[in-house]
């Protein structure tokens, strides 16, 4: 009586067909990327040591290390988490904890949304025009930040506004009920049980500013500076620039170099993406209610 | 002033209270007193207002979105629309959920919450009022071992008798039940009844439940609210077996319908 | 009526804590202005720089008719964008119709067939793809690609519009697989189960059912996708070729409009005609991809609604 009907039959056939093509759009989609990190790996991994990472670029960026590189992504990063994390954080604490739906609200995500999607190009004319030019940083690890910080906002709001719409209204209400202010409640419930979210977010934001290049290349980061920066009123190089700089502006430039500066690059974006997701991961393994 | 027994003195006056929700009628032509040290109770079938009123009497309206009600209802003699600090009202007030709410602190930390905002800092003073009133709420022995483990993890019953804790460490004058065994095993709501009982006489209880014979339990007096309007109020005894001004009172008293 | 008794206006104070979350409210919804005020600042400031040249220099006809973009040529420069508007739209017409189907694909394989360690591992690697800097997309175009293509073709240039779309298509697929993943998952299970119920396959519930009803989400994934390869910079830079061109066909180089502010700028002379032409460049960029995005928004709402 339950014998597979010849139409079921025929119907599963097409169900594993389907199931194989959408499997191998799948693949198609990541095997690319394990292609390329294989690739930058065995090509760039043997650049990769202790001097390449702690030594100056010498012989006109030909030969020698990423240090300057190195330390002023660092520095862009850190200037730019500063500025866009509190901001961020703050944002999206109203959009979660005050915001009544009207216009300001529906305002405010439409702005986020656009930000988001504005082109990291228009990112730049903007810091060169408002940072270095009107507010006359100059051409400065700060405007370069800053412009990165504008960039990076909504990843910070986003994540961040996640994270708190986590923790149940639930909590919200008993809070209130006994007197306690918005304020208190966030303070005490909200922000401490969100935190490890909010974290999350900030990783993946670093992961992403790390990378950027097109933001700063006006606004702060240099082609190359035989010097450390000693302010953020200085230029700085920078591992993105640096790539973009070595692979396609500098004659004689050994193959295997680009390599080791894309892993490094590449190396700690991801890292930063892996420790993001193990964070994530973990948080949803741990219950608290 | 030659009254032969002194009336007992109002708690809570409510007249003409309509509540709104974004325009949409609630609860209406809500006219009652709540005595002090009484247990009040509010019957009723689900989606006839009973909650929406309890969110009045703390302003939770403040904190609702379309949330807005007309008529006065005053606490005290005074209108719950004066406050300036409606923080300072609401901390007067504790409020027991029909889904208990175990915040995401230690156990200690929940009970120790209200305190904590009120002021108090010493460790001493906190872990008396800890103590007290995870003793009042008859939680204490049960987790007099571990509170330092999280209040959210706590089976559901513990966890009710957590909030109840944590309503009693506001040292409120005024207790909300809102159908508070509703998510609780009837060992526990029985001890939670004689909780309410003896907590009589240090405040005002008011006990929305979706059981009459809850009510009938613990109630000195009882109002009946049907889908959004207020229907009467009266001595519990007297809507079971006196005279009631509404028949549907009766009907809904005796189980046949709600 | 009783006397109000005097402890209670003892109690109704407004205190610390009443102000400082006045005062939080103040700060947190400054915060959130702020991303209105940037969105605004962007505009104005992009606009500023380029405004003087739409009164001067600009001429729509040339600017959306002619390919000629000399802008150091002595002593008449020329602004035509025509070439460079047809390098963005080759380049992110190839990157939309090469990823369309495969992100899309990939959706349905992750939120409908996939289960358990496969789909975490599977999400895993797509947000790894979508981590891979713009830079070293530009520099796999470069040093992967090219030598790639020229073998494969017998071209005698890597660098062109199918080095750029490709590569692009590989950076816009992550983030229109996870939107769409989202708006597939944001479909009921209760039509999936009805579906089956009815003795329907995973595929049948999947075309006939979670599809349609998911079309508008679907939609939005595709419009970001159009939007995060229109406004791409260093990849489209390193990958093109970068030489002025109406394409004809997949092997021509091209520049796009983003590619062209970030090479260009760097040489102009603050102020300069070039450079405010190079600004007004940003500001079609930017009206674009608001558009865009305005769209994609209107398409989530409808999910939303629906």
Not at chain 1, 113 to 140: C, D, E, K
Not at chain 3, 43 to 69: C, I, K, N, Q, Y
Not at chain 3, 141 to 163: E, H
């Amino acid at each position: 009586m339950f014998e597979a009907r010849p139409i079921n039959r025929q119907n599963q056939t097409i169900e594993r067909i389907w199931r194989g093509v959408f499997l191998a759009m799948t693949l198609v989609l990541v095997i690319p990327v394990l292609v390329i990190l294989g690739v930058l790996v065995v090509r760039g991994g043997p650049m990769i040591s202790w001097a390449f990472l702690t030594t100056e670029p010498t012989n006109g960026m030909t030969e020698g290390g990423v240090l300057p590189a190195l330390l002023g992504t660092i520095a862009l990063v850190l200037v730019a988490l500063i500025a866009s994390v509190p901001v961020g954080v703050a944002a999206a604490v109203y959009l979660s904890e005050y915001a009544a739906d009207n216009w300001l609200t529906r305002t405010i995500n439409l702005a986020i949304i656009n930000l988001a999607g504005v082109p990291s190009i228009v990112h730049a004319l903007f810091g060169l025009g408002a940072f270095v030019l009107f507010f006359q940083f100059g051409t400065s690890i700060l405007a370069a930040s800053l412009t990165l910080a504008v960039m990076a906002l909504p990843v910070v709001i986003v994540s961040t506004r996640e994270s708190l719409q986590a923790v149940p209204m639930a909590f919200r209400e008993a809070c209130w009920n006994m007197g306690a202010t918005r304020w208190q409640t966030i303070r005490t419930v909200v922000l401490p049980n969100s935190i490890s979210g909010i974290l999350t977010g900030v990783i993946l934001e670093v992961s992403r500013t790390a990378g950027e290049t097109a933001p700063i290349m006006f606004t702060g980061a240099a082609f190359f500076l035989p010097f450390l920066p000693q302010s953020v009123y200085d230029q700085t190089m920078a591992l993105s620039l640096h790539l973009f700089v070595i692979s396609t502006q500098v004659p004689g430039v050994p193959d295997g170099l680009p390599y080791g500066v894309a892993l490094v690059l590449v190396g700690i974006v991801l890292l930063m993406n892996s420790v993001s997701i193990a964070f994530r991961t973990w948080l949803r393994g741990r219950k608290k209610w | 002033m030659v009254d032969a027994a002194p009336q007992p003195k109002v708690k809570v006056s409510v007249k003409d209270l309509a509540i709104q929700y974004g325009g949409k009628a609630a609860l209406s032509g809500v006219n009652l007193e709540i005595r002090e040290h009484e247990i009040f109770g509010i019957i009723g079938p689900a989606g006839s207002g009973k909650t929406s009123f309890l969110r009045v009497l703390n302003r939770m309206d403040e904190m609702t979105t379309g949330m807005t009600f007309t008529g006065t209802v005053a606490i005290d003699g005074r209108d719950v629309r004066a406050w300036r600090n409606l923080y300072a009202l609401r901390s007067r007030i504790g409020v027991v959920f029909p889904l208990p709410v175990g915040l995401p602190l230690s156990i200690y930390d929940n009970v120790a919450l209200s305190p904590r905002l009120r002021g108090i800092r010493s460790a001493s003073d906190l872990d008396e009022i800890v103590e007290r009133c995870l003793r009042r709420a008859a939680l204490w022995d049960e987790v007099k071992d571990r509170l330092q483990s999280l209040g959210s993890l706590l089976s559901g019953g513990q966890q009710q008798r957590l909030t109840i804790a944590r309503a009693l460490s506001q040292e409120p004058e005024l207790l909300l039940l809102d159908e508070f065994s509703i998510a609780v095993d009837p060992v526990t709501t029985m001890k939670i009844e004689d909780v309410l009982k003896e907590l009589r006489s240090e405040m005002t209880i008011v006990l929305v439940t979706n059981l009459v014979q809850q009510a009938r339990r613990l109630a000195d007096r009882t109002a009946f609210f049907l889908s959004g309007a207020f229907v009467e109020v009266g001595k519990t005894e007297d809507l079971f077996t006196g005279p009631v001004t509404d028949p549907r009172t009766r009907e809904y008293v005796e189980g046949r319908f709600g | 009526m009783a006397p109000t008794p005097p402890d209670d206006h003892a109690s109704d104070r407004r205190n610390l804590d009443w102000y400082v979350d006045r005062g939080m409210r103040w700060i947190v919804t400054v915060g959130g202005v702020s991303a209105i005020v940037f969105i605004i600042g962007i505009f104005a400031f992009v606009t500023r720089e380029g405004f003087p040249f739409l009164f001067d220099g600009f001429e729509a006809g040339e600017f959306f008719g002619s390919p000629a973009w000399r802008p150091t040529s002595e002593p008449n420069p020329t602004y035509g964008a025509l070439a460079l508007i047809a390098g963005t739209a080759s380049v992110t017409g190839l990157a939309v119709l090469s990823a369309v189907p495969f992100s899309l694909g990939a959706a349905i394989y992750i939120a409908e067939f996939a289960t358990g360690r496969t789909r975490e591992v599977l999400k895993v690697l797509v947000e790894l793809l979508a981590a891979i800097p713009s830079v070293v997309w530009g520099f796999i175009g470069l040093s992967m690609m090219n030598p790639l293509i020229i073998a494969i073709f017998d071209v005698p240039v890597g660098l062109n519009v199918l080095n750029a779309g490709l590569i692009l298509g590989l950076m816009a697929a992550p983030i229109m697989t996870t939107i769409a993943e989202d708006a597939l998952k944001a479909v009921p299970d209760a039509y999936r189960e009805a579906g089956e119920a009815m003795g329907a396959t995973r595929w049948q519930v999947t075309m006939r059912v979670v599809l349609p009803a998911a079309k508008n989400g679907l939609m939005a994934a595709v419009l970001l996708g159009v939007g995060r390869g229109f406004g791409e910079t260093m990849a489209v830079l390193m990958a093109s070729g970068h030489s002025i061109n109406l394409p004809t066909s997949p092997f021509d180089s091209v520049r796009a409009l983003t590619a062209t502010i970030a090479a260009e700028l760097g040489e102009t002379a603050v102020g300069s005609e070039h450079y405010q032409a190079l600004f007004t460049l940003g500001m079609l960029l930017f009206a674009v991809t608001f558009s865009i995005n305005l769209a994609a928004d209107l398409f989530v709402r409808g999910v939303r609604r629906g």
